[in-house]
């Protein structure tokens, strides 16, 4: 499952606790994967303890995390995964999966998702979020960044409370150069009082 800094109280959701997490585990969570601060939001400080206060319940209660990082694209790239790395750092998860989010409309242009993407190569362990359309409207069938693993977004229908967990690569078509998913996103639900999106990984 997946969240962002906008779920908790100061954006009228719910904070996490440990008995939150706890009861993520028993509906059966493996992981969580949470949005990293960016050095262009406009709330970062908020942003910055909310991202913190998560990671450490998860960490206290030993759930496994991931990271994603949304891209504005019309800003320094080289400036936002910097100061990625330093929140990375600064929680030890540098080594840990982190996820480019590739979805901002306004400002995507090929040069500056390729700019974005080679400027995150500094990330040891960097995948790449997107959906076919976004990426198709970018780069065509192409990429030619089809050596990270792809998350994919593909929702289930309106993606609204999913019953039933949908084979990961079930009606995959491949875009991109990539030939199968290394993570689905299928829709999103209430768990545990909290909403999220929720996925399906390749383990």
Same mark, same amino acid.
């Given at each position: ?10 954006? +009228? ?23 990293? @601060? ?58 840990? =999966? ?30 790449? #979020?997107?959906? =076919? +359309? ?7 069938? &192409? ?18 409370? @999913? ?16 030939? &199968? =998913?290394?993570?689905?996103? #299928? ?14 990984? =390749?383990?």
């Amino acid at each position: 499952m997946d969240l962002s800094n906008f779920q908790s109280t100061a954006y +009228g959701g719910v904070d996490i606790t440990s008995e939150i997490v706890r009861q993520w585990r028993d509906l059966g969570v493996k992981k969580a994967i949470f949005r990293l @601060p960016n050095y262009y939001d406009k709330e970062r400080a908020l942003h910055e303890v909310i991202f913190f206060a998560q990671v450490g319940v998860c960490k206290w209660e030993g759930m496994p995390i991931e990271t994603y990082q949304w891209a504005y694209l019309g800003n320094d790239p080289v400036r936002q995964i910097e100061y990625a790395r330093s929140i990375l750092g600064k929680v030890a998860l540098l080594e840990q =999966r982190c996820w480019l989010d590739l979805e901002e409309q306004t400002t995507k242009s090929r040069a500056s998702v390729r700019d974005f993407i080679k400027a995150s190569l500094v990330l040891p362990n960097m995948g790449i #979020y997107t959906g =076919r +359309g976004w990426w198709e409207e970018v780069f065509g069938v &192409s990429g030619g960044f089809e050596d990270k693993p792809l998350w994919d977004a593909s929702w289930v229908g309106d993606g609204k409370d @999913p019953i039933t967990i949908p084979p990961l690569n079930e009606g995959f078509v491949p875009y991109g150069g990539w030939v &199968s =998913r290394a993570m689905r996103q #299928y829709g999103y639900c209430v768990l545990g009082g909290v909403t999220v999106d929720v996925n399906v990984y =390749r383990a």
